[in-house]
Every structure is written in C-alpha cells, then in structure tokens.
C-alpha cells in the first residue's frame, strides 16, 4: 500500500517536472492577417530552443521570418532521441507549410517523415540526402570551412609560437570542414606553422577537451580552435586558465572568456531558415535539392567580436581574403583529400 | 619525456576528482545498505547549483557547499523513497536521474533568461589553484600541481577521513552493520532508519560536490550535457573498488589515468583510429578487473529496504 502510493507519487512528480521543464510546448503565435497564413515549425535536436548553439539560433531565424514576413512558428523541443519521430509527427498533424529537423541526428526520422507524407514539405539542417532527396525536403548544408579558413587565417597571423591547435570532437564530415578549412588558413597565414590536430571523441566531455587543449599549450601552441561542442567549453577554460587563446565555434562565444577567445567561426543557421522560409513565402521551394550556404549569403562569417583583440590591419586583410572566396579566387578544402590537393596547389 | 609523464599525472588528478567524490557517495549509501543509481542526478543538480551560485555569489566556497546541499536534498528524496516507504531503491534512483537533469534545466531557465547553459564565472572567482605560480615552468611539479584545483585534494583528504570513519569508528561499524544484517543491528538498538537516512543524504551531499568539481574546477560553467555518464562511471569505480573508500579512490584514479593515457597517444599521428584508442579506458578496467582485482562482494543487505515487521 505505502509503496504503491510511493510509487505513485514519485511518477507523477517526475512527470511533471518533465512537463513544466518542457517549457511552452509548440509555443504557436497566432498573426491576424488577410492574406494566406504560412505556418512553419521545426524540431529541436536534444540540446533544445536554449542552447546557446545551432537549435537556439534555428529559433531565431523562425521568429525573424515571423516578425519580417508574418509567417506563424513554432517550435517543439526534443528530450531525447528517441523524440524526433513522434515530434515530427505532431508538426504533421497540425498543418505547417514547412517542418524542420534541425540537426544531422535527424536525418533519418525527417527521412523516414518526408516519404510517408509526400505531400508536406520538410528541411533538416547540416545534413544533405544527395541524389536521394525526395522531392518535399530540402537539405541545408554550410561551408564551415569559408569561416574557419578565416578564423584559421587570424590564427597564423597573431600566432607568436608558430604553433597552433585544433580539437575536434569526433572524425566525422562536419568536423573535417572546420579542420581542414582551418588548417588552410593557418597555412595560408603562415606556411610554416606548426598544427596540432586531436579529437576528444566527445560532443560532451569538457575535461577531456580541456586535457587536450592543455597538453597542446605545453607543446607550444598559443591559439587552439575547437569543433568541439561541450568538450570545447574546456579547450576554452583551459585558455583562460594559462591565459593563452582560444577560438570559439558556432556562435560567437567570446561571452564564455572574453579576454582569452580571440574570435569564433560561426555559423548562421538563423540566416538559413530565414532564408528558406522567405523562398517558401514567395512560392519557392527547393524540394529535392541540398542549399549550400556560406560567407557570400551570410551562412557562415566569423564572430563581431574578433575586432575586441585583432589589429585593423589583420582585420583589413582578413576582409580582403573574404571577397576572394566570395568572389571564388580562393578556394577552401572541406575533407582531408582537397587539403592535400589545396596545399600542393598554393603552399609552396 | 618526464613533463610528458607529469601531464598525464596532472590530467589524471583532474579527471578523477569529481569521481572520486560521487564514488565516495556512492560507498557510504551503499555500506548502508542503501543502492544509489541516483549519483547522476546528483551530480547534475550539484553542478548546476555550484555555477548558478558562484556565477551570482562570486563565492567559489559557497556555490561548493551549495551544490554539496543540492544533491543532499535529492539524497532526502531518495531516503524518503527508499528508507521510510521501502520502495525500490533502484526505481527511486533512476527517478532521481530523471529528476535532476530536470529540475537543472527548469530552473536554468529562471535563472539566465531562457538559457539553459549557465553564464561564465570569472578565474578569480572560481575554485582557487592552491599551487598555483609556486613551481617554475617547464618543471615536472608545475605539469602536475600548477592547473590543481583545491577541489581534488578535498578529494583526497576526504577519501581518508571517510576510510577512517568507515573503519576506525563506533558509527563506522554501525553503520557497516545495518548494511550487512539490518535486523540484527536493529535487535542491538541501533536506529536503522536513522542510519541510512544520513548515509543516503551524506551520499547525495559527495555526489554534489562532485558535480560541483566539473562546473566551477574543471570548467566554469553549466550545460545540460556536462555530467554525460560521470555518475555512471563513479558507481563503477564504487564496484570495482569492492565498496572500499582507498579502493575506490584508486579506481578512479584509474580511470582517470587511462584518460590521460588516450590524450598523450593521441596527440602521435599514429595510424590508430581516435575510437579504437578511446577505448582504452574500458579495455583498460576489464583488464584489470579480470587479472588483479578479483570477486568483488557487495554489503549482503545492499537494496534490500529494511521493514521492522519482517520475519527472517
């Protein structure tokens, strides 16, 4: 009898705790207009609407198409995994024009999604089907590697060692553009730069990011760049601790030590489901296709506060250098295969 | 080489800090009789209480004890659970996983605007180096002791008073012996209830300094994602340990090691893939788990709550 009672109790609180931790659910403003409504949702991954990274800045590129544009948006947070199905359905169920997954974790689920359900529309962040794309989605990709090259290229300029590092959090396709686009940069800089590479092989294990970052500085290496997500945040304290530099990632993370992060590459997924809400408005839709967007259309750029510790005359050529990608003079490698080719041709 | 070798030490140092708090928890619930899965959750509401305090207190002492105080409180609620309403200690620990992570994210929300990654705290209003600027650069004891924060050799100093607590004293071996035959120690008029009450509440408390080690020693703030397993781990090295505090301490470390082995091999550009090298820890605790460490036996009333009525 107690223990049931017990048992009770405890479910029901766990649940509402859930609930409330939730927060406003598929928060959807209504927008009185005449004209056709467009309605537009997304799907955060687990690291939901707040969190400082790529599902908070999805969310306020929505709400700036719903202030620019007057689309109504929403959004529902993902707990875990094992959400994004049953998510993705409840967006299905309530009408929207468009639904995003935000996050490659997705991709299968929004997959799965976009072919029971051919006649809605879907789009899934850093993540591209290729050939296989059905004709209602639309996969969006960045070139990480337009803004780390940048971040890359600041590195082997204000280096004073010579050395410089990059951890990643894991060997994967997104990382190597970060990499490999930094490692250019670096070298574009300065060819003789000495570059340590390391993954943690976590999105998660600050201390581990914070060991490699450490051992790194002991070799040498005045600057580190993280890919690293959580991990990053101890590349970053150790920066702080051995004041030394760091550089941030996806947004501008400069908040985190702000004497010791010397710029971010950041990328603007705000910018991109700005832009594919504002295309779906004015009746197009890219079904079937994968957006590519980077430093020419604001995908990618580095952080506004790189000027907080960077010389003008760093900060001139730098804005130089990034009209010769836009304009396609300079080229950047996004996998270790074009490093090695892009080094041959312009590393001397 | 040597400064090479004195970075692994100082890594180890750092990683199994943290555990070795939680693990310490987990010993003295379950030398109590007393299963405690929940570490996890503890550790999650300890970290998080730590950097919400020290980011607003500027305190490093007082965000500490607060996260220590924030995971005794869900030590409360799993001693109610598990104590007075002899539910399943099991279910009630991983009730306080959920819980934690929970509450963590709902009042981040409170407390940063929405945010549920807490501000920064400043180096000077974290936990303070205590060897910090005393060794010259460069040398070996500046590689190890220079980046320590107080918090790991708290851990170390608390493994031996607990070690001294567990062993040298009357309420040590009372509280041994409601873990091994709580009715014959309930016959000898010791207060069983009483007992692991505060073993389950002292258990949360080093469970939340853990926590608290991550998000104001290791780094300076809190994410949902901080913990990640951690708590999972710590009971591990509580098992591996042979629910031992000088053993435990030493799985941990342990652990710890085989994380600073996996960074030094992994700055080499071997032809090892980075996953295969991560495994090296897990490898590592099989191996010797196997060969050196032998039957490991928990307190024969481990999870098994004490009701005064039962018949034997």
Redesign the interface.
Known sequence: M??S???VV??S??LS??L??C?KKAEVEKKEDSVKAYKISLVTDV??V???SFNQSAWEGLSRAKKDLGIDVSYIESKQDADYMPNLETLYDSNNDLIWGIGFKMADRVLEAAKQNPEQKYAIIDYSYGDKTPANTIGVLFKEQEASFLVGYIAGKMSKTGKIGFVGGM?VPVIHRFQYGFDAGVLFANPKTKI?E??A?S??????G???A???Y??GADIVFQAA??AG??VI?AA??KNLWAIGVDRDQS???PKNVLTSAMKRVDNAIYDVSKKLKNGNFDGGKTLTYSLKDGGVDIAPTTKNHVPQSILDEVAKIKEQIISGKITTPSSKAEFIEWKKANIK | ML?NLA?II??TL??STPLIFTALGGVISEKSGVVNIGLEGMMVIGAFIAATVGYYSGNPWLAFVSGGLGGAFFGLLHAV?SVT???NQV??GI?IN??GP??A??LS?IFFN????T??ID?DNKIP?LLHGIFPNDSFLY?VFD?QYATSYIAFILVFIIWYLLKKTVFGLRLKSVGEHPAAADTLGINVFRIRYFAVISSGFLAGLGGAT?SIS????F????V?GQGFIALAAMIFGKWKPIETMFACLLFGLA??LV??V??FDFHI???L??MLPYILTLIVLVIFVGKSVAPAADGIPYEKEQKH
Request: overall charge positive; cysteine-free; aromatic content about 12%.
């Open positions: 107690k223990k009672f017990f048992v405890m479910i609180l766990m705790f859930m409330i931790s927060g690291g939901g707040n969190d400082q060997d340590f390391q993954y092989e999105f998660t294990n600050a201390a581990t914070k060991a490699i450490n051992q790194m002991k070799n997500g959580g945040d101890g304290e702080k601790e908040d985190l030590a | 400064n970075l100082g890594v750092m990683y659970a309403f002899s539910a279910v009630s009730a959920f819980l929970g509450v994210l709902f929300r929405g945010a549920t990654t501000r920064s180096l180096r590689y980046n991550l290791v780094v300076s703030n994410r949902p994602t901080l990640s994380q600073g960074i030094f992994g700055q893939s980075s996953q090298l991560n």
